[in-house]
C-alpha cells in the first residue's frame, strides 16, 4: 500500500540558512500534519491543513511557514535556521471520512543545523 | 497538567509473552480518540490501534488489544506473544476533538525491550 512520501530525507543546513520540506500525502488522503520530535522526545505538533486550509496550530515558530496546495502535497518552509531546529520532522496524512482520522506518518526528514 | 502520561521510561518481556505497557489521559472533551504508535530504532512511526471515546467494546488489532478504562482515563496496549521484532518505543497519543486537522497530542513514551 501507498504511504506517506517525505523529501528529502535528510538536510544538512547551517545556522541562518533555509530549508524546504516537503511531503506528499496517502493517495485520497485530504488532511496533513507536520510534527517536530527532537533527540529522546515526544513528536510535537506544529500544523495542519484540510482541504488546503489551516485546520489547527501548535507551537510553530514565526520563521516557519507552511502550506497545502491543489494536490494536497504540502511543504514546511523553516528560515533563518537555529541549532534548536535539528530534529526529526514528520508529515502525517489522514483522510476525513474515516471515523478514527487516524494519522498515518511518513519516514520523516531528519535535519541537522550546524 | 500533562494530557497524557506513559509512566514507564522502559519495560522489558520475555520472547512470548504479554506485557502491558500504560497510558493515562487527561481531557474535559467528551469525544476524543486514543491511539498508539511504534517508533522503531529506524525512526518511522508506525499507526497501531485505536479507540474512540464512545466505543463501547476494547480495540483488537492482531496481537495489540488496547484495555480502555474511561472512568479511570485510562488506555493501556496489551501486546500478545511479544516477538523480538517488538522492540521499540511506544507511544500513546490523543486526538481531542473530532475535526480533520486536530493535533495528536504524545506522551512521553515506553521503551520496550524483549528479551530472547
Known amino acids: 500500500a501507498a504511504g506517506v512520501i517525505q523529501s528529502p530525507r535528510h538536510l544538512i543546513k547551517e545556522k541562518r540558512e533555509t530549508a524546504t520540506l516537503k511531503c506528499y500525502p496517502i493517495?485520497?488522503?485530504?488532511?496533513v500534519y507536520w510534527y517536530q520530535q527532537g533527540p529522546g522526545q515526544d513528536p510535537q505538533f506544529l500544523i495542519s491543513?484540510?482541504?488546503?486550509?489551516?485546520?489547527d496550530k501548535g507551537s510553530i515558530p514565526d520563521r516557519f511557514s507552511a502550506q497545502q496546495f491543489s494536490d494536497y502535497h504540502s511543504e514546511l518552509n523553516m528560515s533563518s535556521l537555529e541549532l534548536g531546529d535539528s530534529a526529526l520532522y514528520f508529515c502525517?496524512?489522514?483522510?476525513?471520512?474515516?471515523?478514527?482520522?487516524?494519522?498515518?506518518f511518513g519516514p520523516g526528514t531528519r535535519l541537522t543545523v550546524t | 497538567a500533562q494530557k497524557i502520561t506513559q509512566t514507564q521510561p522502559g519495560m522489558f518481556v520475555q520472547e512470548k509473552e504479554a506485557v502491558t505497557l500504560d497510558c493515562t489521559y487527561d481531557?474535559?472533551?467528551?469525544?476524543?480518540?486514543l491511539f498508539w504508535y511504534k517508533q522503531p530504532s529506524s525512526g518511522e512511526m508506525i499507526f497501531l490501534i485505536y479507540?474512540?471515546?464512545?466505543?463501547?467494546q476494547n480495540a483488537t488489532e492482531g496481537r495489540y488489544s488496547l484495555n480502555f478504562q474511561k472512568a479511570r482515563k485510562s488506555a493501556n496496549l496489551v501486546i500478545s506473544a511479544s516477538q523480538l521484532g517488538d522492540s521499540a518505543m511506544y507511544f500513546c497519543?490523543?486526538?481531542?476533538?473530532?475535526?480533520?486537522?486536530?493535533?495528536?497530542?504524545f506522551g512521553e513514551g515506553t521503551q520496550l525491550t524483549v528479551n530472547p
Open positions: 502525517a496524512s489522514s483522510f476525513f471520512r474515516t471515523v478514527s482520522y487516524e494519522q498515518y
Open positions: 493517495p485520497r488522503h485530504d488532511t
Open positions: 491543513f484540510y482541504e488546503k486550509m489551516q485546520s
Open positions: 481531557t474535559s472533551d467528551p469525544s476524543y480518540g
Open positions: 479507540q474512540g471515546s464512545y466505543d463501547q
Open positions: 497519543a490523543m486526538r481531542e476533538g473530532e475535526t480533520s486537522g486536530s493535533r495528536l497530542t
